[in-house]
């Protein structure tokens, strides 16, 4: 693996922003060095509550220039949502291996996510294990994501007993993107990071901080440590 691959990236999480002002919450994160911006998508059914749907993708897109919108689709029929999605402008599409009926049907989902030229990923609630993701879809997706919460809102607590996956992931998948998502913040990036994870979300701890800009470096720069432990023992030192 070449040193500077997989690259940090950081997806503030909009659902801890100001909906009333969505675009400039948004322009705010990306002047603070965040490249991407997690739009979390609930449709009341996969999870309790109901965030947003394409027409606010699409106002975003319309509204922010540059925009990389990494979509965070928690919904039943995620193959539903692709086109509207991506129609939307979105950039990047996780689904939740969970919603599926079918989980061997994931890597068609991939394909069609691909053919609407956007990037695709797969999700892991807590409860699920990494052995949900097999060795053939992990290598069509784009990006997997551990879920460090149970998906459904923010402002939850971080759950550190996910973070084995994370390492687990990096193992089988070193040149893939590994997100991590829910109550990552200063304090729990450096063992999600050390685990193997590269692209961090983070809601509370970016929209609600005094110098996010301060926030992204930090989560970056512990990324960036964190590679050089990335398949050691010292991945899940100090969980
Ligand atoms: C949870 C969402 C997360 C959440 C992150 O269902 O997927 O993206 O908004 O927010 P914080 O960082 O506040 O836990
Ligand atoms: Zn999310």
Redesign the pocket.
Known sequence: MSPSSPRAIVSP????SNFAQLGDEIRRMMKCGAEWV?M?V?DGHF?P?ITMGAPVLASVDKDVKDVFMDC?M?VSDPEKWVKPVAEAGGKSYTFHIEALADPSKAPELVDLIHSHSMRAAVAISPSTPSSAISTSLGQKVDMLLV??????????K?MKECVPKVSELRERFPEKDIQV?????PGTVGCCARAGSNVI????????ASDPKSVIDDFKKQVDEGKSVWGTEKALEGL
């Open positions: 999480s909009v659902l801890a997690h979390d609930m999870v509550n965070h928690m879920m460090t919460v149970v998906p459904g809102a923010g402002g939850q971080f998502d829910g109550g990552v913040g979300v983070a809601g509370t701890a970016l929209f609600g």
